[in-house]
């Protein structure tokens, strides 16, 4: 069983840089999401794809910040000119979606996770 | 929007039991439970929709109240490996009493620890 795969899972960069973060989700998924977790906190949701449309981004989601999702297969988020309040870790996660039986398809798994520090 | 988890934090000897709860003040159409441990990524523990149906590992129990938009989560028998930081995450129902497609809004965690 393979579940929603992230790479990499560690990135040290320098502010000002430009990072990458990519994400394989469950094969048969259909949605795929980015939540962003920092120390003490709950996870917090930044952007949602349904196949290859993004269909919801979160006020916490600067300009700086892209996520794209070609295919509707595996997605990238990238961050643009880090800046140190961006450091975190930058989960991915997917689910089956509305419409498949059991409605509880819609459980959604998150990935190992891709941890960010801008130093 | 957040949901409130209680109590905070938790600490209990092996074979005892616990109770996690979730409120929420708006109408919930599904409450996920994750674990999740230091350094690693939460992992899925029970899912509880609007309407009854529900769908979680075995050794782990929960309820759904939607007059009063509560949760809880049953940890019975707790083991070393039940350590770790709990989760509940809310989703909100459209207005047309449907999903809002999944997007998941977190509380600020139960801490459990488990001693021997």
């Known amino acids: 069983d393979t579940g929603v795969s992230q790479n990499p899972r560690h990135k040290i960069t320098k502010r000002g840089q430009n990072v990458t973060f990519r994400c394989d989700p469950i094969?048969?998924?259909?949605?795929l999401y980015w939540y962003r977790q920092t120390l003490g906190q709950g996870p917090e949701f930044l952007t949602y794809?349904?196949?290859?449309?993004?269909?919801?981004k979160s006020r916490l989601l600067s300009d700086r910040f892209s996520a794209e999702r070609p295919k509707g297969s595996f997605s990238t988020l990238e961050i643009q000119r880090t800046e140190q309040g961006d450091s975190a870790m930058y989960l991915c996660?997917?689910?089956?979606?509305?419409?498949?039986?059991?409605?509880?398809?819609?459980?959604?798994?998150f990935g190992e996770g891709s941890w960010l520090t801008v130093v | 929007q957040q949901p409130v988890q209680s109590p905070q934090a938790v600490i209990l000897r092996e074979g005892e039991d616990a109770v996690i709860n979730c409120s929420s003040s708006?109408?919930?159409?599904?409450v996920h439970w994750y674990r999740q441990k230091h350094g690693e990524a939460p992992v899925f523990l029970m899912i509880?929709?609007?309407?009854?149906e529900q769908k979680g590992h075995e050794k782990i129990s929960a309820s759904f109240n939607e007059k009063k938009q509560q949760s809880s989560l049953y940890l019975t028998a707790s083991q070393l490996s039940y350590s770790g930081t709990y989760f509940c995450?809310?989703?909100?129902?459209?207005?047309?009493?449907?999903?809002?497609?999944?997007?998941?809004?977190f509380g600020q965690g139960t801490i459990l620890t488990v001693h021997p």
């Open positions: 996660a997917s689910s089956l979606g509305e419409g498949f039986r059991p409605r509880s398809g819609n459980t959604i798994y």
């Open positions: 094969s048969e998924h259909n949605r």
């Open positions: 794809f349904q196949n290859e449309a993004q269909l919801e």
């Open positions: 708006k109408a919930l159409y599904s």
């Open positions: 509880l929709l609007k309407g009854g």
């Open positions: 995450g809310t989703e909100m129902g459209n207005n047309a009493g449907g999903t809002s497609y999944g997007k998941l809004t």
